[in-house]
């Protein structure tokens, strides 16, 4: 038998109350990213399934840079240089290997899991800016985007992968 998904695994250890539907997010994400990249060779990973849609391998990354950039604007604080860099990169990313690519997004994930805990509850409404054009958004809102945009990202991974061969397991 396979396991609940994270959402049905109870809280979070250290993760807010308020902030535990966004941890559960994150962990499943980690998760189906795990078998997704288990299932693909390294010409899989970085195989478009056609039609110009992206590749297994994009995907991750561009969770992972999104995650990033959305996780500094819930802290306050600008892009820096390496993000932006990273930002433009994505448009047409260099292939890496599977270990790195999936290193890469585990590490992402397990900072964002530590960034929701440090975030104390009554700092979830405080105002935050996004972008250049500084549009209005706040800490949950961020929060939450963070992780319903990596969903939406490893979403495609799942199906990029069975699409492109990989044997995905189910979860």
């Known amino acids: 038998m396979t396991a609940p998904e994270p959402w049905l695994r109870g809280p979070v250890p ?3 109350p308020l902030l535990q539907p966004a941890a559960h997010a994150l962990q499943q994400a980690r998760e189906l ?3 997704a ?3 693909l060779d390294a010409a ?3 195989a478009s399934p056609g039609n110009g849609a992206p590749s297994v391998g994009w995907h991750v990354l561009r969770a ?3 995650l990033d950039r959305l996780l500094t604007y819930a802290r306050g604080a600008a892009l820096d240089d390496r993000q932006r860099d990273t930002l433009a990169a994505e448009a047409g990313p260099e292939p890496v290997d599977a270990a ?4 890469g997004f585990e590490a992402r994930v397990a900072a964002a899991l530590a960034q ?3 975030t104390p509850e009554s700092s979830l409404l405080d105002p935050r800016e996004v972008g250049r054009a500084r549009l209005p958004s ?3 809102g961020l929060l939450f985007h963070a992780a319903e945009h990596t969903q939406r990202h490893v979403g495609a991974v799942v199906a990029t992968a069975r699409a492109t061969g990989g044997a995905v397991p189910p979860g």
């Open 14 to 16: 250290g993760v807010p």
């Open 33 to 35: 990213v795990a078998r």
């Open 37 to 39: 990249g288990a299932a």
């Open 44 to 46: 899989g990973l970085w």
């Open 64 to 66: 992972v840079g999104a």
């Open 100 to 103: 790195t690519l999936l290193a």
């Open 116 to 118: 929701l805990a440090a």
């Open 138 to 140: 706040n800490v949950l």
